[in-house]
């Protein structure tokens, strides 16, 4: 059966792939899983037929027959354990994959969210200033360790997984930042997830509906 994704009717990223479809569609290519999308505007998202789908109005979502699922970490777990090559077979290897896809969203993401949040909602308090120097500090911190602990490796725990494709992501979200610049080593990283073949292939596909809607202008 042929999941259905949804994405954003226009992403106010312009198609660079930051939107959390993204992670999606490339766990999706992944596998050799073909998906639909279904592109939802910022309306759309908060009128009960999607709420039914995604209680906070967002995207993504994902439906296959009877299952409906939100939250991006979710699709992807439920997308690696039901294909393979995204997890590895070892039990224990594993779960060390998903404990890094959990640290992706839950350590490394919230503090990167952060800087978001103080430039684009809060960029014109008087605070901002003061506020802004922090948070990128707290960014800091764990890329600092997050790069300590890949080294020289290509990734995180052995063979790429869902681990990677989450922090890969995650890290992304800095790119237009300059902070990755910092760590070369998690540059380096970002880099080679950026070079998967499964990674230009979603990243293509969500840069077609940005040039679609363009066009539509
Ligand atoms: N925890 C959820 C998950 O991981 O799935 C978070 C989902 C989420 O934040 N969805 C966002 C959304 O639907 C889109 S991805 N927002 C609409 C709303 O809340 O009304 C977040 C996002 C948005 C924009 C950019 N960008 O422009 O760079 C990057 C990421």
Redesign the pocket.
């Known amino acids: 059966m042929t999941p259905i994704i949804t994405a ?1 009717e226009r ?3 312009r198609g ?1 792939g ?4 993204m992670r999606v569609r490339w766990a999706l290519e992944e596998v050799g899983q073909p998906c639909e999308v279904r592109l939802v505007s ?1 309306e759309a ?2 009128q009960p037929a999607h709420l039914a789908l995604h209680p ?5 979502t994902y439906e296959e027959g009877d299952l409906a699922l ?4 979710a ?1 992807v777990l439920h997308i690696a354990e039901r294909h393979a090559g995204l997890l590895p077979d070892d039990a224990n290897a594993r779960a060390r994959a998903i404990a890094w896809m959990f640290a992706a ?1 839950n350590t490394v993401e919230p503090p990167i969210l952060e800087l ?1 949040i103080a430039k684009f909602v809060e960029g014109d308090k008087p605070w901002s200033e003061q506020r802004l120097p922090l948070v990128k500090d707290r960014i800091r911190n764990r890329l600092q360790q997050l790069s300590a602990r890949l080294g020289d490796a290509d990734w995180l725990d052995g063979a790429f997984s869902a681990g990677d494709l989450m922090m890969v992501h995650t890290l992304l ?1 800095l790119k237009p930042s300059g902070m990755l610049g910092e760590f070369p080593t998690l540059a380096a990283y970002v880099a080679r997830g950026e070079a998967r073949p499964a990674y230009q292939r979603a990243f293509d596909a969500q840069l077609a509906v940005f040039s679609a809607a363009q066009g539509k202008l």
Request: proline residues 8%; charged residues 25%; neutral net charge.
């Open positions: 954003f992403s106010p990223d660079q930051l939107a959390r479809d910022f998202m908060k906070f109005g967002q995207i993504p939100f939250e991006s970490g699709i969203l978001a979200r």
